[in-house]
């Protein structure tokens, strides 16, 4: 893969989170340093992936000038353009938006400040951060590319926090999921992506999707990147997890995503097994599961519950301004307010129930592990890939049920196409997910290689 679309792989000199705060710790390393190294990324890449709406390079440097303090001292970062940041436009690249500055920060803004997080800017999403997970190159900013191959397509609605990280534009990334929105882009791109349990981070100061599904969570590197991240953003202590024993984690696997779904790609479905013996050979459980309902009955409610509420949320919008909206985003409301109050209902008791029903999993079983996506990175803007990466996808029962789960790389297809998998845990048990997450990574080879 060397034409002009495609880009080699390499090994990378780009620091996680990790090595950056050890080294500026140590005295090798300034925040201004790191900082210049991202921003030198950004300038020469970001031109060709649109990773970053809107950049705020000197506010940065006011910044990791200062010398700032915290468990996340001069660490670059990046946020969705849908959460507020005193000062800088948030327009969620939508035209119903433009000119819109934030006056505030929101509350997960100010608390990566506070640990002395050093912000580059917003990064590039989805309008509004949402839509049909069709692309038609009709909003405000282009689509951000994926850095493997930009080609195709970098999963949404976050689509920028991906490409950063893996790029190294920034070391790690703030984006928000409704049924895989920080998820997806992850796994196109072969970073970590993390959900806390639901609360844990706060949505204040964003646009938001839906009232009762959307999650911030961070996008990193490493699994140890996404533990101090949370750590150091909501007072947990996942990174004590890091460089544990994976011996004796029961793991449940879902191998089958059920009735009304494809099966998973086949390079998908060897990565897994693959990875799977490298769990066993670290000493952990494995046995096979299944959900008390099929993958496709959770996607069918999310559907539901997410198109309503977003519908609910931008009635106004829809009626008075359609015209300015992107085709993505209207199709979407207008599916949503042609949802009917009972179907929202049925939809909704079913997400309870379907909650109720993973009890006895979580009983026998640690973490629960199988597929994200369904299908490979697609080509950017060529349908239906680009929705059957989006939708066809084993993400939603963790979103339906407010479960913790992280996606990681699992390795790489013959075309050089990151490939990943989906943990799963109940809340408060996200210590096992992290431990076997970061086991996994430590005994395989992925985390070496990134896109030139």
Not at 31 to 40: F, S, Y
Not at 82 to 100: E, H, I, K
Request: aromatic share 4%; with cysteine; hydrophobic share 45%.
């Amino acid at each position: 893969m060397t034409d002009a679309l495609h880009t080699p792989c390499i090994q990378s000199s780009v620091p996680t989170v990790a090595s950056a705060l050890a080294a500026m710790a140590a005295g090798q390393l300034h925040p201004a340093a790191v900082l210049e190294a991202c921003l030198a990324r950004v300038a020469a890449l970001d031109g060709a992936l649109h990773a970053v709406h809107h950049l705020d390079a000197e506010g940065a440097r006011a910044r990791a000038a200062a010398h700032p303090a915290g468990a996340l001292a001069g660490i670059p970062w990046g946020i969705k353009d849908n959460f507020d940041v005193a000062g800088l436009p948030c327009t969620a690249n939508s035209r119903l938006r433009a000119g819109r500055v934030a006056t505030a920060d929101a509350p997960l803004v100010a608390a990566a400040r506070a640990a002395g997080a050093v912000l580059i800017g917003k990064l590039a999403t989805w309008e509004y951060g949402t839509g049909t997970g069709a692309e038609h190159f009709d909003l405000p900013f282009p689509p951000a590319r994926n850095p493997w191959d930009r080609a195709r397509f970098t999963g949404g609605s976050s689509t920028g926090a991906g490409v950063a990280v893996a790029t190294g534009m920034a070391l790690f990334a703030i984006g928000s999921d409704t049924t895989g929105s920080v998820r997806l882009p992850a796994a196109a791109t072969g970073c970590v992506g993390l959900l806390l349990a639901p609360g844990r981070l706060p949505m204040e100061g964003a646009l938001p999707n839906t009232f009762s599904m959307d999650r911030p969570g961070p996008i990193t590197w490493t699994v140890e990147d996404a533990a101090i991240v949370a750590d150091a953003l909501c007072g947990t202590r996942l990174r004590d997890a890091c460089g544990q024993d994976a011996r004796g984690l029961r793991v449940g696997v879902l191998r089958d995503p059920g009735p009304g779904l494809p099966a998973a790609d086949a390079e998908l479905a060897t990565a897994l097994e693959e990875g799977l013996g490298v769990l066993s050979g670290l000493g952990a459980r494995i046995t096979e599961v299944r959900l008390p309902w099929p993958t496709s009955n959770c996607l069918d409610a999310a559907r539901l519950i997410g198109a309503a509420e977003s519908a609910s949320i931008h009635e106004a919008e829809l009626r008075d301004r359609a015209a300015v909206m992107g085709t993505a985003l209207r199709d979407k409301l207008l599916a949503g307010i042609g949802v009917r109050a009972v179907d929202y209902l049925a939809a909704q008791r079913f997400r309870r129930a379907f909650t109720e029903a993973l009890e006895p999993l979580w009983a026998e079983h640690d973490v629960l592990l199988g597929f994200g996506p369904l299908h490979l990175p697609p080509r950017l803007g060529v349908e239906p890939e680009s929705t059957a990466f989006t939708m066809e996808t084993m993400l939603t029962p963790a979103s339906l049920a407010g479960l913790p789960a992280l996606v990681q790389c699992n390795g790489f297809s013959a075309g050089g196409l990151p490939l990943a998998w989906q943990a799963m845990v109940p809340p408060g048990r996200e210590a096992a997910m992290i431990g076997l997450a970061d086991a996994y990574e430590r005994a395989t080879p992925w985390r070496a290689r990134r896109p030139a």
